[in-house]
């Protein structure tokens, strides 16, 4: 089992909890753990931009990678999205067990 974070912003908190339960339920993410909003600046078609988002921390494995990309982006109104996975190189092993535990649906 690879366990990842992956991360992503959505616009508002409630479309953040929406995909955090579709997750959850699914069986594709063990734990969604929704920020408080911050402030984002970046370069979008030659303009910088600010804007509120919402950070999300999603905790799976990296077999449920490409069904949680799927999710993100059939909910997300963002043309590109930030969908960023991050290996956990190390951590507690009754957690990590408890990830692949949790994570038991299909791919």
Do not use: F
Request: aromatic content about 6%; hydrophobic content about 40%; glycine content about 2%.
């Amino acid at each position: 089992m690879e366990a990842i974070v992956i991360l992503t912003n959505l616009p508002t908190e409630d479309s953040a909890q929406r995909l955090a339960k579709q997750l959850v339920t699914t069986k594709i993410a063990a734990c969604v753990n929704i920020m408080p909003p911050c402030l984002s600046t970046y370069r979008w078609h030659d303009t910088i931009e600010t804007t509120t988002e919402v950070p999300v921390l999603i905790k799976t494995q990296r077999c449920h990678y490409d069904a949680v990309e799927r999710s993100i982006r059939a909910c997300h109104p963002y043309t590109v999205p930030e969908i960023i996975a991050l290996p956990i190189v190390a951590g507690l092993a009754e957690y990590l067990g408890w990830i692949a535990t949790e994570t038991t649906g299909n791919p």
